[in-house]
């Protein structure tokens, strides 16, 4: 054992003489990497480290932005506003949210401007008013703030006015109003305007020209053949003649319709003897009511005055077209002027 250890000793002479004195006795079970370990602790040397090697990839610039929004957002807490970035969201109504509105409301009714209260469109419930400003619906805007609705304001004083005082509006705008009433669906000032003059004078005028067979398709006839003759001819205007007659033709001259009736139960020969047709463009008639011819005249050119269509009448004689025993067609033959510019 000494004579290893001495062997060992004088393999290192110079340098570890004094050392190896003072060094605690060996173990011959050691291998030599202990010794050379215990060698550069006695020289008081550093072992030397292991060799890495370190690879350094040159980033890009927009990476080093990217990494660094990315370590900061990430250092931040998230918040409801950096949730969804760029475009704002749009908040439309859920279904258990309503729009507040104030007290005093601003309109813009196809540019007339109104200003009432909430109360006030809201003073029936089964309105269209009263559903628009529910709270249910999106309302639009003007630039000025009003609340925006697209239709003709020329009426809707009248229909506030009957909102706030129940005032029904004058004889000349009932049919206008009565329009915007439907429009709004404001069945009060429906059923009040309803029973004016105007329009219970429609309702019976109507009960008549139902009794006429054809009279809408009639009027059609007289626009169309005016417009063709005016087109042909490069004129202002047209003529065209309309027979107009309240009583079916009787069999004979002596024969009178019975009271309250026109109608007349002829054998089928004698009737195919009377089968005339005057030689006009239109005919309207017969009719079994009180009004006599004069009315009907009033009602055509009353439909064309309401369809902008400006018509003149007057009476240019009878038919005067022999049937039957000595028996002549005594219908009245009007003549129609119609102008168009």
Known sequence: MQQNGASNSNGCEGGGGEGDRHSPSRSPLLPAATTRVRRFIQERRTLPLPKVMVVFSAASDADKASDAIADEDSRKPASPASVGRGKPPRCPLNAGQEQEFPEVISL?????????????????????????????????????????????????????????????????????????????????????????????????????????????????????????????????????????????????????????????????????????????????GPWEAVADVYDLLHCIVGDLSERGIAAEQQCIGVCDKHLVNHYYCKRPIYEFKITWW
């Open 108 to 284: 813009n009714v196809g540019g007339s401007h109104f200003t009432t209260r909430l109360s006030t469109l809201r003073r029936y419930d089964d309105t269209m008013l009263a559903a628009m400003f529910s709270g249910r619906h999106h309302i639009p805007r003007d630039t000025d703030g009003r609340f925006f609705i697209d239709r003709d304001g020329a009426y809707f004083g009248d229909i506030l006015n009957f909102l706030r005082e129940g005032e029904l509006p004058h004889r000349e705008r009932i049919r206008a109003v009565h329009r915007e009433a439907q429009y709004y669906s404001i069945a009060p000032l429906l059923e009040r305007l309803e029973d004016t003059q105007p329009l219970t004078g429609e309702k019976v005028r109507q009960a008549f020209l139902d009794l006429l067979p054809y009279y809408k398709d009639n009027l059609e006839r007289i626009v169309e053949i005016a417009k063709l003759r005016a087109t042909q001819k490069k004129a202002r205007f047209a003529k065209l003649k309309v027979c107009v007659y309240k009583e079916e033709t009787p069999i004979t001259p002596y024969e009178r319709p019975l009271f309250n009736s026109l109608r007349f139960e002829r054998p089928e020969g004698e009737a195919n003897l009377f089968e005339h047709h005057c030689e006009v463009d239109v005919t309207f």
